[in-house]
């Protein structure tokens, strides 16, 4: 289906203020921004997860605390930091990151993290030492074993990553701040994504743009649900 | 083949045994008995190469396996098969748990090479998985999730997936504590069948009457000690030791 023909049918219905691809182009960028970033998470997240359950180091209860706070963390403060990091005065100032995708996703990485990291852990702490001394007397080396316990705790990382995919894309605080919720002239979205859209429409008072975008939202985290439950469920024969 | 001499372990500041020397030879079943507690599991997964001794040395024919390097005590502890009092399976199929031995056995290339072959034919499954199922009378619920298995069963599987990899030590840890006499009784025929196969057993139990079943030596472990090693008959018609005549006796009761 082509999805720049996602507006005409709504618009055509509810007269709605849509341009030519401009639900597609939020939600793209709502989706691209999201899964960029809970990749990256994941990707940081599932071997500090493991380093922690497996293995003592100093500073180790540090890292939990760290974790265990970064779950509440204020996304507009996180949001506030990452525009001070790459403001032009900031560190990261000479790469011009300010009102970009790049930017939402750096906020959005550090709002992503800690839970994927502190679900995760708590999965595969939860994997009974059975299973590893199993593993280990069958002739498994470190890794192997390391594998075994991920493959055991595969239910609860998807649900770590679900949470973080959750907190990412129903962002709407620390986006706003970094991407500027910008469109171009032309309407298409560059850093718009669907909660800056429903924010900007509710306030603005088209409630039923704001709740249609609203539903388009709702049914993107269903369908990413099920993609990943889906995932875990495949992975039963391992 | 495998044998342990003069071991010390202790848990924390609590000594579990000192000087405990045992021995296991090809196609040879060694039973240890001894009261719940006094450190049998212990003993097996240090016999294992799981967890090493404070003090004394387990060598595998020859090799002292805490003398030699890491890479080295894997390649030892290979050859060795454990079986938990739980089953301890994975959340896999039966076929998958069996075959995890001679899996984690080969290349990286070789395990990709199967996996995408698995995948492709749906029939990747190896005939020693079949094999050691069939030993433990279970062959036909490869394809079965683990979870899906009664509590014997379970053990079974646990007790193939050990001999899939055809170890030259077998280790069980009081297998059949927990099952009926239908499933003890497979159990303890797969012992035999291991012990034809030429493979070294030691079994932990306290159930003396399964020790006489399957052992041809016995080992008391009583206090924190070895009290007495001989044949099967020996120990139970006229043991040397006094602890051990009042242990067999069931005079004494810990």
Redesign the interface.
């Known amino acids: 289906m082509p999805l720049e023909s996602l507006g005409q049918p709504l618009s055509a219905v509810f007269d709605l203020p849509f341009r030519d691809g401009y639900v597609w182009s939020i939600t793209y960028v709502s989706l691209y921004v999201s899964l960029v970033a809970v990749t990256l998470s994941t990707l940081v997240s599932i071997p500090v997860a493991i380093t922690m359950a497996f293995s003592e180091f100093p500073g180790k209860q540090f890292v939990k605390s760290v974790v265990n706070t970064g779950m509440g963390f204020p996304s507009v403060v996180v949001g506030l930091a990452v525009l001070f990091l790459v403001s032009n005065q900031g560190p990261l100032g000479s790469m011009n990151l300010v009102f970009t995708r790049e930017a939402m996703i750096i906020s959005q990485f550090v709002l992503a993290t800690p839970p994927i990291t502190a679900i995760s852990l708590a999965a595969i702490t939860g994997v009974?030492k059975?299973?590893r001394?199993?593993?280990?007397?069958?002739?498994?080396?470190r890794l192997?074993v390391a594998l075994?316990v991920l493959?055991?705790a595969r239910y609860g990382i998807a649900t770590a990553i679900l949470a973080g995919f959750g907190r990412a894309i129903s962002e709407v605080g620390s986006v706003l701040i970094v991407g500027g919720n910008i469109t171009s002239a032309d309407g298409i979205s560059k850093t718009r994504t669907l909660t800056t859209a429903i924010q900007l429409e509710a306030r603005q008072g088209r409630y039923e743009t704001a709740m249609l975008l609203g539903a388009v939202l709702l049914v993107l985290v269903l369908v990413v649900n099920a993609v990943v439950v889906r995932f875990s469920d495949q992975g039963?024969?391992? | 083949m495998l044998r342990a001499t003069d071991l010390t372990q202790s848990y924390g500041s609590e000594q579990v045994f000192r000087e405990l020397s045992l021995e296991v030879d090809t196609g040879e079943v060694v039973a240890v008995i001894g009261p719940s507690g006094v450190g049998k599991s212990t003993l097996l997964r240090t016999l294992a190469l799981a967890l090493a001794p404070d003090d004394g040395t387990v060598t595998l024919d020859g090799t002292a396996a805490w003398a030699v390097d890491e890479s080295e005590r894997l390649s030892l502890r290979r050859r060795i098969g454990m079986v938990f009092q739980e089953a301890n399976l994975f959340d896999a199929s039966v076929a998958r748990n069996v075959e995890y031995g001679l899996r984690v056995r080969r290349s990286w290339s070789d395990r990709l090479r199967t996996e995408l072959h698995s995948i492709l034919s749906s029939n990747g499954t190896a005939d020693a998985v079949y094999e050691s199922l069939e030993v433990v009378e279970l062959a036909d619920k490869a394809d079965q999730q683990a979870g899906s298995l009664s509590g014997g069963e379970a053990q079974r599987v646990s007790f193939a997936r050990a001999l899939a990899y055809d170890p030259d030590v077998l280790l069980l840890d009081e297998p059949t504590s927990d099952l009926d006499p239908r499933n003890t009784a497979v159990i303890e025929d797969a012992i035999d069948a291991a012990r034809d196969r030429g493979i070294g057993v030691v079994v932990a139990t306290h159930d003396m009457h399964q020790a006489e079943r399957v052992a041809d030596r016995v080992a008391v472990l009583l206090g924190d000690t070895v009290t007495e090693t001989a044949p099967t008959e020996v120990i139970f018609e006229d043991p040397s030791d006094a602890r051990t005549r009042k242990f067999i006796s069931g005079e004494l009761v810990y």
């Open positions: 009974g059975n299973v001394d199993a593993a280990r007397v069958l002739g498994g080396t192997d075994v493959k055991e039963v024969n391992w």
